[in-house]
């Protein structure tokens, strides 16, 4: 029995559209293949059949021979384009039926919400076999998860904390793992999971095969990957930062907080089209900050998801977001990796993310599986140059909106909002100052021109007993 199931309305889209393929910049003699042509084993393939999944996209269809022959991988592929099946399937059609308690295929992601995705989507094509599968992860009670590894499994879903305590109680052995997949591979990085990384790796056998998906690539994830993975295959679909082109990306120039609350509670509640919306804030501190200044109206309809939170409070936020029971979800980037929600309308930031690569992650839990999407982002004048950086990284320039004539803009500015002082803008070059020297002007006179040779004391001439004069003045050394 898996130690969690979430709503099943969250699920991978496989959609096959050659002339999406060819939007995404992807080669246009791509040919689309069925799952049928992939080789599949028969129990695999009936469940995709229930999942009414007919075609590949070009992530499941590049990756699967290079996983299935036991190379190292590393996919790239923008987000919404089935990643998660794209190495699931080949490490399921490899698994035989076994009765070990030791997992042989490890997946590590870095949040809950991810690993409970990635735990759905196994159960589902694990369907039709005796493959077990399970996950853990923290703010579970743990004892239940030690039980449930205990009683054995194949399939292994953790986040790395979680993964590590487990290992040193001894309940968890690895020494059986032959695959290890990393999801979201750069966003461990940037949480600071690095240490475990390493701590994990030396856990393993050393002949095992590694997989690391994510749809963007940070600089330090590219270079553990060189010192940790021989050879691998690089399979890339979509350059890193190319955006989705089915998303309509736009912004506003917003000096302050205020400011930017006001312009949330006039889009949401004058456009009935925001039915299901993102809002993505810089920080835990903020989204509960932000939460807290909604009106009461919005505030009813909204929730706030984090890392503090407690996991059964991020579980039921994300239900209730889900079912359509609120309209609002504001969160850090903790839900921007790898969630697959459907029909999110619109996505918000609220404070524009520090790396570029995050806000990719963050648009794109909108315009997904051929569906259309909008992204507004709110930027001040400190955010302008992460703004600078992101269209940098897409290669595009994002749309400048006039803010509506009625909003009601704040004069009150954070510490990390104020405006630059006017003569660092260089609006004060010329401010008449004039540094000739006029009628007033005269020089020092001749008393006023000596120069300070120091203190009195130290230049007071002190002698010892003997007569000589001490060497250091009257200061003891």
Same mark, same amino acid.
Request: hydrophobic share 35%; charged share 25%; aromatic share 8%.
């Given at each position: 029995?898996?130690?969690?199931?979430?709503?099943?309305?969250?699920?991978?889209?496989?959609?096959?559209?050659?002339?999406?393929?060819?939007?995404?910049?992807?080669?246009?003699?791509?040919?689309?293949?069925?799952?049928?042509?992939?080789?599949?084993?028969?129990?695999?393939?009936?469940?995709?059949?229930?999942?009414?999944?007919?075609?590949?996209?070009?992530?499941?269809?590049?990756?699967?021979?290079?996983?299935?022959?036991?190379?190292?991988?590393?996919?790239?592929?923008?987000?919404?384009?089935?990643?998660?099946?794209?190495?699931?399937?080949?490490?399921? !059609?490899?698994?035989?039926?076994?009765?070990?308690?030791?997992?042989?295929?490890?997946?590590?992601?870095?949040?809950?919400?991810?690993?409970?995705?990635?735990?759905?989507?196994?159960?589902?094509?694990?369907?039709?076999?005796?493959?077990?599968?399970?996950?853990?992860?923290?703010?579970?009670?743990?004892?239940?998860?030690?039980?449930?590894?205990?009683?054995?499994?194949?399939?292994?879903? +953790?986040?790395?904390?979680?993964?590590?305590?487990?290992?040193?109680?001894?309940?968890?052995?690895? $020494?059986?793992?032959?695959?290890?997949?990393?999801?979201?591979?750069?966003?461990?990085?940037?949480?600071?999971?690095?240490?475990?990384?390493?701590?994990?790796?030396?856990?393993?056998?050393?002949?095992?095969?590694?997989?690391?998906?994510?749809?963007?690539?940070?600089?330090?994830?590219?270079?553990?990957? *060189?010192?940790?993975?021989?050879?691998?295959?690089?399979?890339?679909?979509?350059?890193?930062?190319?955006?989705?082109?089915?998303?309509?990306?736009?912004?506003?120039?917003?000096?302050?907080?205020?400011? *930017?609350?006001?312009?949330? &509670?006039?889009?949401?509640? *004058?456009?009935?089209?925001?039915?299901?919306?993102?809002?993505?804030?810089?920080? $835990?501190?903020?989204?509960?900050?932000?939460?807290?200044?909604?009106?009461?109206?919005?505030?009813?309809?909204?929730?706030?998801?984090?890392?503090?939170?407690?996991?059964?409070?991020?579980?039921?936020?994300?239900?209730?977001?889900?079912?359509?029971?609120?309209?609002?979800?504001?969160?850090?980037?903790?839900?921007?990796?790898?969630?697959?929600?459907?029909?999110?309308?619109?996505?918000?930031?609220?404070?524009?993310?520090?790396?570029?690569?995050?806000?990719?992650? !963050?648009?794109?839990?909108?315009?997904?599986?051929?569906?259309?999407?909008? +992204?507004?982002?709110?930027?001040?004048?400190?955010?302008?140059?992460?703004?600078?950086?992101?269209? &940098?990284?897409?290669?595009?320039?994002?749309? $400048?909106?006039?803010?509506? &004539?009625?909003?009601?803009?704040?004069?009150?500015?954070?510490?990390?909002?104020?405006?630059?002082?006017? *003569?660092?803008?260089?609006?004060?070059?010329?401010?008449?100052?004039?540094?000739? !020297?006029?009628?007033?002007?005269?020089?020092?006179?001749?008393?006023?021109?000596?120069?300070?040779?120091?203190?009195?004391?130290?230049?007071?001439?002190?002698?010892?007993?003997?007569?000589?004069?001490?060497?250091?003045?009257?200061?003891? !050394?």
């Amino acid at each position: 029995m898996p130690i969690y199931n979430m709503h099943n309305n969250i699920n991978i889209y496989h959609y096959c559209s050659q002339i999406l393929f060819c939007e995404q910049n992807i080669n246009t003699n791509y040919q689309a293949m069925t799952f049928d042509e992939l080789n599949i084993n028969k129990p695999l393939l009936k469940a995709i059949t229930d999942l009414d999944y007919v075609y590949t996209t070009p992530i499941q269809q590049e990756a699967y021979s290079p996983i299935m022959s036991g190379k190292n991988v590393v996919g790239i592929a923008q987000t919404g384009t089935g990643k998660t099946f794209a190495y699931l399937l080949p490490i399921l !059609r490899n698994m035989k039926f076994s009765e070990q308690r030791e997992p042989r295929v490890l997946i590590i992601a870095p949040t809950h919400e991810l690993a409970i995705q990635i735990l759905q989507e196994t159960q589902k094509l694990c369907k039709y076999t005796n493959i077990r599968s399970l996950a853990v992860f923290g703010g579970a009670n743990i004892k239940y998860q030690k039980q449930a590894i205990y009683d054995g499994t194949d399939v292994l879903i +953790a986040t790395p904390g979680r993964l590590l305590d487990l290992a040193y109680t001894g309940i968890l052995g690895l $020494k059986s793992v032959r695959q290890i997949v990393f999801d979201e591979v750069d966003e461990m990085f940037s949480l600071g999971f690095r240490t475990q990384i390493r701590t994990l790796l030396g856990m393993l056998p050393q002949k095992k095969q590694m997989i690391m998906f994510s749809a963007t690539m940070s600089e330090e994830a590219e270079k553990f990957m *060189k010192n940790a993975v021989y050879e691998p295959i690089n399979i890339e679909i979509a350059a890193h930062g190319t955006p989705i082109e089915k998303i309509q990306q736009s912004a506003y120039f917003v000096p302050n907080f205020n400011t *930017k609350l006001n312009l949330l &509670e006039a889009l949401v509640n *004058k456009n009935e089209n925001m039915n299901k919306v993102m809002v993505f804030v810089k920080s $835990k501190k903020q989204a509960d900050r932000l939460f807290e200044a909604l009106s009461p109206e919005l505030a009813e309809k909204s929730a706030v998801i984090h890392s503090n939170k407690a996991h059964n409070t991020r579980m039921r936020a994300m239900t209730r977001f889900i079912d359509g029971d609120i309209k609002v979800l504001i969160a850090t980037d903790v839900v921007a990796r790898g969630m697959d929600i459907n029909d999110v309308s619109h996505i918000i930031n609220f404070d524009i993310p520090e790396v570029a690569g995050d806000y990719m992650h !963050r648009i794109g839990r909108t315009g997904r599986a051929d569906k259309d999407g909008i +992204a507004l982002s709110f930027m001040n004048e400190m955010e302008q140059e992460n703004m600078s950086l992101i269209e &940098e990284l897409m290669g595009m320039i994002v749309t $400048k909106l006039e803010l509506p &004539e009625d909003l009601d803009i704040s004069n009150i500015y954070g510490d990390d909002e104020k405006p630059s002082v006017a *003569k660092d803008k260089g609006y004060l070059k010329n401010n008449g100052y004039n540094d000739e !020297r006029g009628e007033a002007f005269h020089e020092k006179k001749e008393k006023n021109k000596k120069e300070n040779s120091g203190s009195a004391a130290r230049n007071k001439k002190v002698y010892n007993k003997s007569g000589s004069r001490k060497k250091y003045g009257g200061r003891r !050394r």
